[in-house]
Every structure is written in C-alpha cells, then in structure tokens.
C-alpha cells in the first residue's frame, strides 16, 4: 500500500489553457474524492465517486470542471479555460465507505499545486 | 449558514506543555467530528474521529472531547513536542449513509518551541 498519488504535484499554466490532474487512490478502496484549498483555508468538497460513479458535485465545481473515474480505479480532474481563481492546492482523497453509512476514514494525497498566470 | 470555526491566530506553546485547539460550529448538526494534521504542502492527515454519542476519544498523546450542546470540539495534545508543530484541521460530517462529504475548517497553526 503506497498511499494516495497525485500527479503532477505542480502545475503553472497560462489563463485560458486547460489542464487535467490525476489521483490513484488505495488499491481497495472505493470511494474517491476531490477537494480544493486556496492559502490559510481548509479543504472545500469538489465532487465524490463511487466505484465509477460520479454521486455527489459541489455548486463550487463550475462547468468548466470535469471529474472521471472510468474503470473505478484512479480519477482525472480537467479544468478548462483556466482562471486565475482557480489557483489552489486540488487534493484528492480515498476511502472504504460501508452500505452502513459510518463514517470512514478519509487517506489524502499530497495534492497538486496549480498556479494559474 | 453553516460555519465552523477555528482560531485563525497561531498558538505558540513551549515544549512539554498542553496544547489545545478549538473548534467551534454553528447552524451544523454533525454526526461525526474529525481532526487531521496537515504540514506545509502536504495533504491533510487524519488523526482522530468522534460521534456524536461520544464525549471523549484519546489516541496515544491526543484527546478530543465533542460537546454537542455548546457545538464544540477541543483538541489536546499532551507533552507537546516540536514535530506536533503543524496546521490541525477539524473537519464535520453529517449522517448520509452514502458519503462522508467532509467540511473542514480553517485550521489552527501550532508551533511547539523548545
């Protein structure tokens, strides 16, 4: 077991341009999550996949962002025509979530920094 | 709105010493309470969770109590060292039964000087 990965783990782009991060989360685990944190903030909840299903999006995830997680293994994150407020650590998260509803624990990988000029 | 609220100053305390965090929220009616140690450029690492049902949770050096009346959360960790210098995270989670959909607070900075 080698964690959650995130790749690139920095990423400088011009506005206007679009680009894709990925996250291969634990093996086993099922569900899968992004969240993004901007400087002396905590993370705010993006979007949620279960297996390969897209459950849940936040109003914060404009149309321009777009989530996949294809075989329910790792997951793309694409933004396109960046803005500069999209600027921010994008983190991604995985976990073993139970039918049962208890809560489980969430593994976060290092997370990609994007700076958009 | 819901609101959770975290002491946005840092808390600079001397090794050996007690530490505690606060985590307030409002307009929220939480399930569970986690905390997460997050370091600089680095994602967040979970540390502890508690129910609603609970009072206290301890794990090694660190107590959490959860005080679902005053709709707050403390966070201690006991003879404090300076590798516990980082940012603590409180984060909430209703009961949904299909996601743990975390909302995090700002963070508290705990620098642990010699």
């Known amino acids: 077991d080698t964690g959650v990965s995130q790749n690139p783990r920095h990423k400088i782009t011009k506005r206007g341009q679009n680009v894709t991060f990925r996250c291969d989360p634990i093996?086993?685990?099922?569900?899968l999550y992004w969240y993004r944190q901007t400087l002396g903030q905590g993370p705010e909840f993006l979007t949620y996949?279960?297996?390969?299903?897209?459950?849940?999006k936040s109003r914060l995830l404009s149309d321009r962002f777009s989530a996949e997680r294809p075989k329910g293994s790792f997951s793309t994150l694409e933004i396109q025509r960046t803005e500069q407020g999209d600027s921010a650590m994008y983190l991604c998260?995985?976990?073993?979530?139970?039918?049962?509803?208890?809560?489980?624990?969430?593994?976060f990988g290092p997370g990609t920094r994007l700076l958009v000029l | 709105s819901q609101k959770i609220e975290q002491n946005s100053e840092a808390l600079n305390i001397q090794e050996g010493k007690t530490a505690t965090l606060t985590c307030n929220y409002t307009?929220?009616?939480?399930?569970?309470l986690q905390w997460y140690r997050q370091d600089p450029g680095r994602g967040p690492v979970f540390l502890l969770l508690i129910r609603e049902n609970e009072k206290e949770k301890r794990k090694e050096r660190l107590k959490v109590t959860f005080d679902t009346t005053l709709k707050q959360s403390l966070f201690h960790i006991t003879a404090s060292q300076p590798a516990d210098s980082a940012t603590y995270l409180c984060?909430?989670?209703?009961?949904?039964?299909?996601?743990?959909?975390?909302?995090f607070g700002t963070g508290t900075r705990l620098q642990v000087t010699l």
């Open positions: 307009n929220y009616s939480p399930a569970y």
């Open positions: 984060a909430l989670l209703p009961f949904t039964g299909t996601a743990s959909k975390l909302t």
């Open positions: 998260a995985s976990s073993w979530g139970r039918a049962s509803g208890d809560a489980e624990t969430q593994y």
């Open positions: 093996s086993e685990h099922n569900r």
């Open positions: 996949f279960q297996n390969e299903a897209q459950l849940e």
